[in-house]
């Protein structure tokens, strides 16, 4: 009597462990070597800075959040290297040979790299969506500090619509005193102005919390006007300075959910240069993605011996890994200038890319 397999998920077998275990643990190795160059040519480049901090600060605030956030910006990178390394030693010792021989499909072949490639996935958007947000709060306060400063604390004619109908003016903004100067707010209903506030100042205290000074409320009902005067006032205006006083990497500090709260809070206040957020946001998903294509790309290149050994893989890796990253880097300057919208810049060399991750399988496989 002939028994017919049964169809379902096949447990990992010793070679799947193995494979992932050579995967992963070249992933870690690769990082910690790149990691360690990289450190030692940042103190290089900032020991004066350095010099002036206080060590606790220097490796606490800046070395223990800069780690982390270099291996996750470049880990597509690190995914390649670590693919074409142990799979060109595996094919150069013949053991790809070996397994395809004893009746192993290439496809079957691929699923461990993929298991791998979903593992380093996962944790790419773990760091980059929970934890390294808010380690970059501190390592881009240490910069500002002690390297270079690029925080924004003035802004000068703010305008913003706070609030579906409610337009805030301020003529300056100094964030170092949180004080703002000859402010106004004005309400619209049915486009008609029902209520105008000006102040001579506005200072911010917590959250949506602001202290007018200084303060002229008219309000408009038909022909009619009310005007109350005053020195000081508490009130609750639905914006604060992080919304007008955007600095330099301000989307690194946001975690995935508060960066996607923050756009859409932006967009209907009708705030117009938040390209670097949604790049921000889009990247990070495209990141994870990246991991599969280039872990499919990398495993059909150097499954096979080549004439000059593993530096040829190695040197093709390192050349579409880096094109990856700089074809990247490229369209999101699209996105910032307006050529294209964020979704499209961010995944187009992901698409691309996955044109030639099918085509090197098809042609490996074969």
Known sequence: ??????MGWNPLSLLDLYIIKKFLGTYVFAIMLILAITVVFDINEKLDAFMQAPLKAT?????????????NQFSPLFVFIAVIFFTSKLADNSEIIAMLSSGMSFRRLLRPYLISAAVIAVATYV?????????NVKRIAYTNTYVKNRRVDYGDNIMMQVAPGQIAYMSRYDNTTKTGYRFSLELFKEKKLVSRMQAQSIKWDTLYRWQVRDYVIRDFEGNREKITRGYQLDTVIPFEPRDFLISRNDQETLSTPQLRQYIERQKQRGVANIQAFEIEYQKRYAMCAAAFILTV????????KVKGGMGVNIGIGLLLSFSYILFMTVTSSFAVSGITSPLVAMWIPNIIYTVIAILLYLKASR
């Open 1 to 6: 009597m002939s028994s017919r397999p049964t």
């Open 59 to 71: 490796i606490f605030d800046y070395f223990l959040n800069f780690l982390p956030y270099f291996a």
């Open 127 to 135: 760091l980059s969506a929970y934890i390294i947000p808010p380690a």
């Open 297 to 304: 790309i990398g495993m059909s290149l150097s499954s096979k």
